[in-house]
């Protein structure tokens, strides 16, 4: 739309520019100067202004492009629904109705086949049933003995574990007992020998003597108390980890079990299902001969009449369709020429503006005659840039 709107565009200038500005190529301002006092007259003044410029520069100029945008798609719109209007005619799929009209026969002839169908389908569902209900039975309790005999199999290993760990922390207290002991042994024998040793009239020295054998035995007995307690707390430690383990163990082994149990399961089912369904097919295919013998001879007239009454909707449809878009065409070319009318009343105005602009511009710097092509005057010098520069302050 941008490329055709140009060329109406520039017409409309140099039409404009034609009643504005010009006569053949340009215009003779039509006000005077005192004639200076110079013995030779000069020529005029002759300047150009770039018209299709100076018009793109003004302030409006953004309004005169919107409205091109919005004529160009409303024609793009016209031209959208001038096309859907010549398309081809919707098509029906009238499936469906012959679908509905071969059930509703089908439910009239044979209720008595329908009664029969929903008791085979509702006895082969009970047997699947009942079929895999026992077979869900048998995996849980065989999976309850598998169970029950590796929890058995994990409780002991887990027990002997922890035992095994209480005699070694039980040896290893013995141990070192028996090292603080002998560690022990000769200071405390040496404290002992100088009590005996002492003078029963130095108390002071046997009281000291004495508090030393005492603070040097709880000594000993604090770190054996303190290594035993150590190892009290790491069987302690152990036990606890051994417990949880053998609780992990547990829950893996039973999500196992039923992981297992329901892949089983699901197996069967899936064969119970394809068994069931197949059955059920065979007897629904039996049946379904039967009837259409019967069918086809009362659907002919069915189907002449939903086709008949599909016709006269469509006709019905066309109809109101292209009555919906003659209306929108209408309305659309209204809308285009209200456009076009504004853009008209746009461009006059701007037209207007650049012609007081540049009288008034060519009054201040003293041209005497300004151009529209520079054609007219090739070494007239253009001055759409100050022109520019004075509508947009």
Known sequence: MANSVR????LALAAAAAAVLAGCGGVRLPWGRPAPAAPAARGPRVVVVDLDRATRAHPRWAEI???DKRIQDLLGQLSAVAASAGGAAPSIDLTPELRAAAQQESAQLTPEFRRRMDAQV???QAAAHRE????AAKIRADQEREFEAKRLEIQAASQKAVQDKANALQQDSAQFQRQMLEQYRLPLLNLRLKLDAAAPADKKASEALSQQLQELTKERDDKIAAHDKANQDALAAFQKQQQEAFTAQLQALS???GKQGQQLLDKKAAEITARLHTDLSATQAQLNAQLTARMQADMHARQQAIISSARTQMSAAQSQSLQTLQVRVASLRAQISEAQA???RLMAAIMADLRVETAALAQQRGWDVVLTRALDAPDAPD?????IGRIKK
Request: charged fraction near 30%; avoid cysteine; aromatic fraction near 4%.
């Open 65 to 67: 492009d919107a409205l």
């Open 7 to 10: 060329p109406i565009i520039r």
């Open 255 to 257: 999500q196992e079990l």
């Open 132 to 135: 895999l209900d026992a077979y």
């Open 383 to 387: 001055v759409t840039a100050d022109l």
């Open 122 to 124: 509702s006895g082969a």
């Open 342 to 344: 504004e853009r008209a």
